[in-house]
């Protein structure tokens, strides 16, 4: 079945938004264009000129990966270097790159879940959550309306709070205006002063989906001017935000723990703290380089924290308070390409993800 690019990459974002990756990041499409129609497409957790060589061979015209291969502006394309030569040879080759990285992180179903997952790691919720990226819409509504205009907010994305959707309240009143001559009322007289029973109709919106949810609002609205309020919330987002944090159905002996997260992962070695204590049961994990966690981790009260690249003098920053784990960056992030093969595969069951053939973690041990 050939998709085209555009409906690939619409629904990456409707699981997680580019709008959501931090601001050193380039998530979304690099190379390429939305409107080219693929039968399949190759993942990988980076895009190297080898990943590249793979798309051809297997006659993939789009490439997904977790890593961007452009992090910065590019001030020439000569081929001085790999990001130049990759970029060079995925255009000559006609072949799409698109990255879903830093917004994949910071999902609740994202990278950090897979790792709790393949971990056995039960109830995981988000260890860092974001802020300000909650708005607290309020629009009034005639109460024979107010329905149906809810209805289709909660469908274009909005009133949903952790494990619940269609969310919202309502409270009833009076509202009253007076149309100009200009106007043309759906209920009252020009030039009269005119009351309505009214809801007040409140629902929490992201960010991501308020100009869908306002647009929704507004089509279903039978006023012609729709008196409404967007309000900032400073509350954090408990679905979206950096690591994750859980617990073992069974507490482990912290070197048996080790052992089984170095096996797990296929960790050439875990690099970690003192063992400070007998047994592990409550577990935090950052995909990626995680260094930036560690208090966070360390007031939730986790007794391990799983991350990557934690240099040298962050690891005094356990206190012997917990263990840092640190296994790697690409140990910690490879079943990220399992995971985007997963929900493609899902979404599109007659679409090919394919997984490449190469390893592109730069690192070797002996």
């Known amino acids: 079945m050939k998709i085209k690019n555009s409906d690939l990459f619409s629904f990456l974002e409707s699981w997680a938004p580019t709008s959501l990756q931090e601001s050193y990041d380039n998530s979304g499409l690099i190379v390429g264009s939305k409107d080219v129609e693929v039968d399949k497409c190759l993942v990988s957790l980076d895009c190297t000129e080898e990943v590249v060589q793979d798309?051809?061979?297997?006659?993939?015209?789009?490439?997904?990966?977790?890593?961007?291969?452009?992090?910065?502006?590019?001030?020439s394309l000569t081929g001085k270097n790999y990001v130049e030569r990759t970029v060079l040879k995925a255009i000559k080759n006609e072949i799409s790159l698109?990255?879903?990285?830093?917004?994949?992180?910071n999902v609740h179903t994202?990278?950090?879940?897979?790792?709790?997952?393949?971990?056995?790691?039960?109830?995981?919720?988000?260890?860092?959550?974001?802020?300000?990226?909650?708005?607290?819409?309020?629009?009034?509504?005639?109460?024979?309306?107010?329905?149906?205009?809810?209805?289709?907010?909660?469908?274009?994305?909005?009133g949903n709070i952790s494990d619940y959707s269609e969310c919202s309240f309502a409270s009833e009143g009076?509202?009253?205006?007076?149309?100009?001559?200009?106007?043309?009322?759906?209920?009252?007289?020009?030039?009269?002063?005119?009351s309505e029973k009214e809801n007040k109709v409140e629902v929490i919106v992201e960010m991501s989906h308020l100009s869908g949810v306002v647009s929704a609002m507004r089509q279903r609205h039978p006023y012609e001017e729709v008196a409404h309020e967007v309000l900032p919330m400073l509350n954090s987002h408990s679905r979206i935000g950096a690591?994750?944090?859980?617990?073992?159905?069974?507490?482990?002996?912290s070197m048996d723990f080790l052992a089984f997260i170095k096996k797990t992962l296929?960790?050439?070695?875990?690099?970690?703290?003192?063992?400070?204590?007998?047994?592990?049961?409550?577990?935090?994990?950052?995909?990626?380089?995680?260094?930036?966690?560690?208090?966070?981790?360390?007031?939730?009260?986790?007794?391990?924290?799983?991350?990557?690249?934690?240099?040298?003098?962050e690891f005094f920053d356990a206190e012997n308070q917990m263990v840092i784990a640190d296994v790697g960056h690409f140990e910690?992030?490879?079943?990220?390409?399992?995971?985007?093969?997963?929900?493609?595969?899902?979404k599109f069951p007659n679409f090919a993800p394919l997984k490449t053939d190469v390893n592109t973690n730069p690192l070797s041990y002996l």
């Not at 051809?56 to 997904?64: E, L, Q, R």
């Not at 009253?176 to 030039?191: C, D, L």
């Not at 690591?243 to 002996?253: N, Q, R």
């Open 266 to 313: 296929r960790a050439g070695v875990v690099r970690h703290t003192a063992i400070t204590k007998e047994k592990v049961q409550k577990v935090a994990v950052c995909g990626g380089s995680g260094a930036f966690l560690i208090n966070a981790a360390k007031a939730s009260g986790a007794d391990v924290y799983i991350t990557g690249d934690v240099k040298y003098h």
């Open 110 to 158: 994202g990278v950090n879940s897979e790792i709790m997952r393949r971990l056995g790691i039960e109830n995981p919720r988000i260890l860092s959550p974001k802020k300000n990226l909650l708005v607290k819409l309020i629009v009034y509504v005639p109460v024979d309306y107010s329905q149906r205009v809810l209805e289709d907010m909660w469908a274009a994305g909005a």
């Open 332 to 346: 910690s992030e490879q079943y990220t390409i399992d995971l985007l093969i997963r929900e493609i595969r899902e």
């Open 55 to 75: 798309a051809i061979d297997k006659g993939c015209k789009t490439i997904v990966s977790h890593h961007p291969i452009v992090f910065s502006g590019l001030k």
């Open 174 to 194: 009076w509202g009253t205006f007076t149309a100009s001559a200009e106007s043309k009322p759906f209920v009252g007289i020009q030039g009269k002063r005119h």
């Open 243 to 253: 690591g994750m944090i859980g617990s073992l159905k069974e507490p482990m002996l």
């Open 98 to 105: 698109y990255a879903i990285h830093t917004n994949l992180d």
